[in-house]
């Protein structure tokens, strides 16, 4: 598992497998790069497949205050230390906010874009206030308390019957994230940007995904995207809730492979 040490100093811990087209992927809240294993070993015959951990999460240094924008300036050091000029860029939940962060400030730097079950509208008071509380309770708890309580609506129905022993894998990446970390997402989340005025400008092939029982940014985020990113592409995943790419990889790969082969 290499480590990159970027000429900032800050370190990165990433997966890089195969020796196609670069597809950087972005891993969700409070989760690291372990959550894109199947994706690692399912597409590298397509594409060089490279999972960075986000800064302070999994084996990423965190370096300054935590933002989705710095996070995005953090994924564009890294493409540039790795000698990649472009990159299409996937991000799932909080990785899609980077990833359209990535798409407004480094346009340059992309060839094609992927948003998993992510949305580009800012929390409402309802969501902020519950971000509040979600801070206070890592802080009190730590990182395995806070994914515990958001178990029950990241993972659809069908997976928790089925796939029990998936919910105890997630739990085990969550728990060793640094809840000082995990409390700067959170207010990095409860006041990113807009992403919405952007979406017009974003002009590289861009495939929206979202797994039909999506609680936590519902089919109707994705559709938002996918109106508003001209000539773009969406997709649902069946039988997946917000982690539609460890609850269904099988459909995940499938829509990715496709996008990635035109």
Known sequence: MPVLT??????????DAGTGPPLVLLHAFPLDRAMWRAQLADLPDVARVIAPDLPGFGESA????????SAADAVAAFVTALGLPKVALGGL???G?????????????LSALILADTRAGIDDSTTRAGREKA?????????????????????????????????ERLKAVAARQKPESVAAALAALRDRPDANPGLK????????LVGEHD??????SAANLAAQIRGSELIHIPRAGHLANVENPGAFGAAVRTFLAR
């Open 6 to 15: 970027l000429p900032n100093g800050a370190t990165v811990g990433y997966d």
């Open 93 to 95: 939940s909080m990785g």
């Open 97 to 109: 906010y980077v990833a359209l962060a990535f798409a407004r400030k480094y346009p340059e730097k």
């Open 215 to 220: 609680a936590v940014t519902p089919p109707l």
């Open 135 to 167: 801070i206070e309770l890592v802080k009190a708890e730590g990182t395995a308390a806070l994914f515990a309580g958001m178990l029950p609506r990241v993972l659809s129905e069908h997976t928790h019957a089925t796939d029990p022993a998936l919910a």
């Open 201 to 208: 400008a974003i002009g590289v092939p861009t495939l929206v």
């Open 62 to 69: 965190a370096v300054g205050a935590f933002t989705v924008e």
